[in-house]
């Protein structure tokens, strides 16, 4: 298969704040497994090699995205030619380069503590900054000062000479280490601003042209059909790849693998779920019964066989289910006599907005999130491929 980080087969919904020990339909969100580092791009995925068919046999809408077997490998040739995210740091500089390194840093670290506070990035020029805090001053403070911030500059790459300042920046993991989804890959690729910019351009790409495959999430993981489908995916994200220059191989496989775990989950966790949330508020309105009456009747009726599985453990299972924990928090505040399609959106919306939903963050968010404090800090982005 080309990727390995699975959505369980019956995930806690709206596993948002206040759910705590409510949860019925098993304690705690799925967070992905470990994904794996493929390291050379003649590793193509095993799913991209197996037998598809020709485009006579597809739908006109993957007929119009086939990619034929010579020209996958044109373009993955095209790809091998691109350099690679950096992953080596490169050896230590001597102790002078260093402290130009730390005293930077901490101008870094003053310029967002004073933006904080409300001064004007203006006003926080490197010029200012070091007339009023002197050398010995600065270093002391790379080594004491911490930023109350979702960033740091990584004291371990501080020291090394092939890195610039951007790629000394990372983002933190979140309060629980758990906000994206494969961190430690994400924080130890060495990547400049170019190849990030054109990433987030080609993520957005694949996940607009890419966005058919959502049709195919019900199929079984090993089957046949899903890994055919996943493997004109695949070549579809090669093909789309060569018109991002600083796209290589590596960045395309992260790129498409984080998307497909992307539409994986939305599907999993809320596609249909307004749905069901409707039909049983439907029910607990206009017969004035209880959720478990109602989510009994929409069970027995089968109205939502997506979520067969998740209705039948609250059914089960006499206690305060996850799933009514969400019907709860999305129709609060709905009156009982909205119009149905009316009381569909403002569930949808809920569904989508007022959960804290166990979603981590991929890559192309990381680097969006990234770009946007190196801009505010002041960071020389036209540096950011060259060692500093």
């Not at 569904?351 to 969006?368: D, E, S």
Request: proline share 4%; glycine share 4%; charged share 30%.
């Amino acid at each position: 298969m080309l990727h390995d980080r699975h959505v369980r087969s019956d995930p806690p919904f709206g596993a948002g704040a206040g759910a705590g020990a409510v949860y019925g339909d098993r304690t705690g969100a799925w967070t992905g497994q470990k994904r794996r580092m493929y390291r050379s791009p003649s590793l193509t995925p095993s799913s991209a090699r197996a037998k598809v068919g020709t485009p006579s046999d597809v739908s006109p809408e993957l007929s119009d995205n086939f990619v034929g077997k010579e020209e996958f490998h044109k373009y993955l040739a095209i790809l091998s030619t691109r350099r690679a995210p950096q992953t080596v740091p490169g050896p230590i500089m001597n102790d002078e380069r260093q402290r130009v390194v730390y005293e930077r840093i901490a101008l870094y670290h003053i310029r967002a503590s004073k933006m904080a506070q409300g001064v004007c990035i203006d006003e926080l020029d490197d010029m200012t900054l070091r007339k009023e805090y002197s050398p010995e001053a600065l270093e002391e403070m790379y080594y004491n000062d911490q930023v109350d911030a979702d960033w740091y500059f990584d004291r371990d790459y501080a020291g090394h000479s092939y890195l610039s300042d951007y790629q000394r920046l990372v983002l933190k993991n979140g309060d629980d280490g758990m906000m994206y989804l494969d961190w430690e890959k994400y924080s130890s690729w060495f990547t400049s601003y170019e190849m990030d910019a054109d990433y987030i351009k080609y993520f957005e790409e694949i996940s607009k042209k890419i966005k058919w495959i959502k049709k195919y999430m019900d199929c079984e993981r090993e089957s046949s059909t899903w890994m055919e489908m996943e493997a004109r995916g695949f070549q579809q994200a090669v093909k789309i790849a060569v018109a991002f220059p600083h796209i290589s191989f590596d960045l395309a496989f992260t790129a498409y693998t984080d998307h497909i775990w992307s539409v994986r989950f939305d599907y999993v966790y809320c596609e249909d779920i307004d749905r069901l949330l409707c039909e049983i508020w439907e029910r607990t309105t206009t017969q004035n019964i209880t959720f478990r009456d109602a989510l009994h009747q929409v069970n027995q009726e089968n109205l939502v066989p997506r979520h067969k599985d998740r209705m039948q453990f609250a059914l089960d299972n006499n206690i305060y289910s996850n799933l009514q924990y969400s019907f709860d928090i999305c129709v609060e505040g709905i009156a009982d006599d909205v119009p149905k399609d009316e009381a569909r959106r403002l569930i949808t919306s809920a569904v989508w907005n007022k959960f804290q939903l166990p979603k981590r963050k991929t890559w192309n968010q990381y680097m969006m999130r990234k770009i946007e404090i190196a801009k505010q800090i002041g960071l020389d982005l036209k540096a950011s491929s060259r060692p500093v």
